[in-house]
């Protein structure tokens, strides 16, 4: 089992442009999320899904769209990258909610210049 | 809103030394308090969690409701331990976690 997997691994955009982030698992898990984690913070939810065809805001979803068309896979869009969405960006997923193990990807880092 | 606390953004300890890594919490309700560890060029994967009381790689960590602290103690580090910690939250009935800003534990030979 892959367990949790991202593409890309490293993306350098321009301001304005668009990119969409793939995260994929092959655990069969209802839960899905994307977090953030910038210098000498801890990671910050965006956005998460608690099954297909469901998504709903975290901590910091702004100027940030999602999409769980498929059980196995989150996307997160960036419509137009800004300098501050410099980041990298961490999925993870989960059986369920309750005292349930989060699995995490090995991070895309994305650069906006 | 809840918030996680680790004070030390670094740690160095020497090897066969006790270790703690603290973590304070604030949340009014009843929280889930997890330990998540990255290893170098390893992904972040979970330590343990304060509902199985168990002890992982000899780390152990007590919650503790009236201090609202889930510090994570090891008797006698090992410099296979040397990595970074992240204390982390979950709400009752949310979905999502809520990290710390880490510590970097460092174990000198």
């Known amino acids: 089992n892959a367990g949790v997997t991202q593409t890309p691994k490293f993306r350098v955009l321009k301001t304005g442009q668009s990119m969409t982030l793939l995260c994929a698992q092959d655990m069969n898990h209802e839960y899905m999320y994307w977090y953030r984690q910038d210098p000498g913070m801890g990671l910050r939810l965006i956005h998460y899904s608690v099954g297909e065809g469901t998504t709903a805001k975290g901590e910091v979803p702004d100027g940030y769209n999602v999409s769980r068309l498929k059980k196995q896979n989150f996307l997160l869009g960036l419509e137009s990258a800004a300098p501050s969405q410099t980041s990298v960006y961490f999925c993870?997923?989960?059986?369920?909610?309750?005292?349930?193990?989060?699995?995490f990807g090995p991070g895309t880092r994305l650069t906006v210049l | 809103a809840q918030r996680v606390t680790q004070p030390e953004k670094l740690l160095s300890v020497f090897k066969g030394a006790p270790v703690e890594l603290k973590c304070n919490y604030s949340?009014?309700?009843?929280?889930?308090l997890f330990w998540y560890v990255q290893y170098s060029r390893q992904r972040l994967q979970l330590l343990l969690r304060?509902?199985s009381r168990e002890s992982i790689k000899g780390f152990t960590a007590d919650l503790n409701k009236g201090e609202t602290s889930f510090h994570l103690k090891k008797p006698f580090a090992q410099e296979e331990d040397s990595a970074m910690y992240y204390c982390a939250l979950k709400r009752g009935g949310a979905d999502g976690l809520t990290f710390g800003k880490g510590t970097h534990l460092i174990i000198q030979p």
């Open positions: 949340y009014s309700g009843s929280p889930e």
């Open positions: 993870a997923s989960s059986y369920g909610r309750t005292y349930n193990e989060q699995f």
């Open positions: 304060h509902i």
